[in-house]
C-alpha cells in the first residue's frame, strides 16, 4: 500500500446520501445474485439482462464524474506524494 492514509481506506463516505445510494446499490446487487431465476422465462431473463446492461452502461457515467472530479481538485498532498494514476490504480486495483 502507498503512503497516502485518507479516508478513502476506510470505504465510506461521508455525505449521507452517497453512501445511502451506494448501500442500496451493494444491497441490490447482492439480492440479485442471491436470487433463483431458475423460474423466469427466457423472455423474462432477456428484460433482466436487458436492465442489467442498462445499469452496466449507467455507471461509467457516476465513475467518470468522479474521476473528472478528483482530477479538477486533487493536489500533491491529497495522496501523501503518491501520483495520482497510482493511487488511483492502487486503490480501483486495475
Same mark, same amino acid.
Given at each position: 500500500? %502507498? #503512503?497516502?492514509?485518507?479516508?478513502?481506506?476506510?470505504?465510506?463516505?461521508?455525505?449521507?446520501?452517497?453512501?445511502?445510494?451506494? #448501500?442500496?446499490? @451493494? %444491497?441490490?446487487?447482492?439480492?440479485?445474485?442471491?436470487?433463483?431465476?431458475? %423460474?423466469?422465462?427466457?423472455?423474462?431473463?432477456?428484460?433482466?439482462?436487458?436492465?442489467?446492461?442498462?445499469?452496466?452502461?449507467?455507471?461509467?457515467?457516476?465513475?467518470?464524474?468522479?474521476?473528472?472530479?478528483?482530477? @479538477?481538485?486533487? %493536489?500533491?498532498?491529497?495522496?501523501? #506524494?503518491?501520483?495520482?494514476?497510482?493511487?488511483?490504480?492502487?486503490?480501483?486495483?486495475?
Amino acid at each position: 500500500m %502507498s #503512503g497516502y492514509t485518507s479516508n478513502m481506506l476506510s470505504g465510506t463516505v461521508r455525505d449521507e446520501a452517497v453512501e445511502s445510494a451506494l #448501500g442500496a446499490l @451493494e %444491497s441490490a446487487a447482492a439480492v440479485l445474485l442471491d436470487t433463483d431465476t431458475e %423460474s423466469l422465462s427466457n423472455d423474462e431473463r432477456l428484460s433482466v439482462l436487458a436492465r442489467l446492461e442498462t445499469l452496466t452502461r449507467r455507471l461509467p457515467a457516476a465513475q467518470n464524474a468522479l474521476l473528472n472530479q478528483i482530477d @479538477e481538485h486533487s %493536489s500533491s498532498e491529497d495522496f501523501a #506524494g503518491t501520483p495520482r494514476r497510482h493511487a488511483l490504480a492502487e486503490r480501483l486495483r486495475i
